[in-house]
């Protein structure tokens, strides 16, 4: 089974997915993770993302799918996959399917993790995290027992820039604007799978085993 996940920020892909990988028995394959390991390997594609990365450009699609098409050719991927990350975009998605298509693989399901905005908003600007050790906590759902005090060590807790309202805001836009299209994009292929993401770890997984079977 060839899946890839989609969802906003603040969605609980990186949970479901955990899950998901153990119930189905198939690697998570992020792009991320692929392009750190190309770079440490020093494989050719690695090279040759090295040097746009020096550059501060954004990595080629054709390098990235380059990338892919590596990995999932590699003997854990026989069961399938799980793409984390990638597509980003209708580009993205097009040159993903005619690598697929050469391969004779294909897409089975796009999971896509829905959210209303105002849900994702309070989850991810009420994190908090402790300057001293770390450790993460949440205003709503993981309080520390004590406001601004960290339970492990005593530091002091902060929210980080990134998690203020307006970055939040800004990031959830970024999202909408280029994912929309490729969610319409794989609803039109038939693979889209909207998951309602509202509800407990359980219940959500719940929905995502109903759809995967």
């Known amino acids: 089974m060839n899946i890839i996940l989609l969802g906003p920020p603040g969605a609980g892909k990186g949970t479901q997915a ?4 153990e119930r189905y028995g198939i690697p998570q394959i992020s792009t991320g993770d692929m392009l750190r390991a190309a770079l ?3 494989t050719p594609l690695g090279l040759e993302a090295k040097k746009y990365m020096d550059q501060g450009a954004l990595v080629p699609d054709s390098v990235v799918v380059g990338l892919v098409k590596d990995r999932i050719q590699q003997e854990d991927c026989k069961k399938g996959y799980m793409l984390d990350g990638f597509p980003r975009n209708v580009s993205q998605a097009e040159t993903l399917d005619g690598m697929l298509k050469e391969l004779g693989q294909g897409i089975d399901h796009v999971v896509c993790i829905d959210v209303p905005d105002q849900e994702l908003i309070q989850r991810l600007t009420g994190r908090r995290t402790c300057r001293e050790c770390g450790a993460g906590f949440h205003v709503m759902f993981d309080p520390p027992k004590k406001e601004g005090v960290c339970d492990k060590c005593g530091g002091q807790l902060y929210q ?9 805001t800004s990031r959830l836009k970024v999202y909408a604007d280029q994912t929309k299209p ?6 039109k292929q038939g693979k889209l799978r909207k998951i309602n993401g509202v509800g407990s770890i359980d219940e959500i997984f719940d929905r995502i085993k109903a759809v995967l079977g």
């Open 160 to 168: 980080r820039d990134d998690d203020n309202e307006a970055t939040v």
């Open 18 to 21: 955990k899950r998901m990988i």
């Open 40 to 42: 440490k390997a020093g």
């Open 182 to 187: 490729l969610i319409d994009y794989y609803e």
